[in-house]
């Protein structure tokens, strides 16, 4: 497969990250993930074994009421950037905004998103993020 087809495969799977993510759907959102799942943040490293796992942690408390207690309403892209590029894993140097409900920017941190292709689709395999 050629490099241009795997960044097509995975921009898409990153834009449809980021689309449950502002959707507030932690079921679609953990269908982006591929497990175990790691994330590093905050000065800590957190690994979920699976997708039942990983949603659970996300509902108690759950995280969108938490981001939005911060005056989140959405997140876009800001940048994506490929540092490596295999068939089955890629490295991918993002850039993201959080935004208020009148889309006024008020936040912005940069990560390394890790994703690998397992049973012919892509998911976030690991984060190490700049966001708390």
Same mark, same amino acid.
Do not use: C, M, Y
């Given at each position: 497969m050629k490099a241009a087809e795997i960044k097509k495969q995975v921009l898409d799977e990153l834009d449809t990250w980021m689309s449950a993510f502002?959707?507030? #759907? %932690?079921?679609?959102w953990s &269908?982006? =993930?591929?497990?175990?799942?790691?994330?590093?943040?905050?000065?800590?490293?957190t690994y979920w074994h699976s997708r039942k796992e990983y949603v659970e942690h996300f509902s108690k408390p759950d995280m969108?009421?938490?981001?939005?207690a911060l005056g989140w309403h959405?997140?876009?892209?800001?940048?994506?950037?490929? #540092? %490596?590029?295999?068939?089955? &894993?890629? =490295?991918?140097?993002?850039v993201f905004q959080r935004y208020n409900s009148?889309?006024?920017?008020?936040?912005?941190?940069?990560a390394l998103y890790i994703l690998t292709k397992e049973n012919e689709k892509w998911g976030v395999q690991?984060?190490?993020s700049l966001a708390p």
């Open positions: 502002n959707a507030k #759907d %932690l079921e679609a &269908k982006t =993930h591929n497990f175990p799942h790691v994330r590093i943040a905050s000065g800590n490293l969108f009421d938490s981001l939005q959405h997140s876009k892209w800001v940048s994506r950037d490929f #540092d %490596l590029i295999t068939e089955n &894993k890629v =490295h991918v140097s993002v009148d889309n006024k920017p008020h936040s912005k941190f940069e690991a984060r190490s």
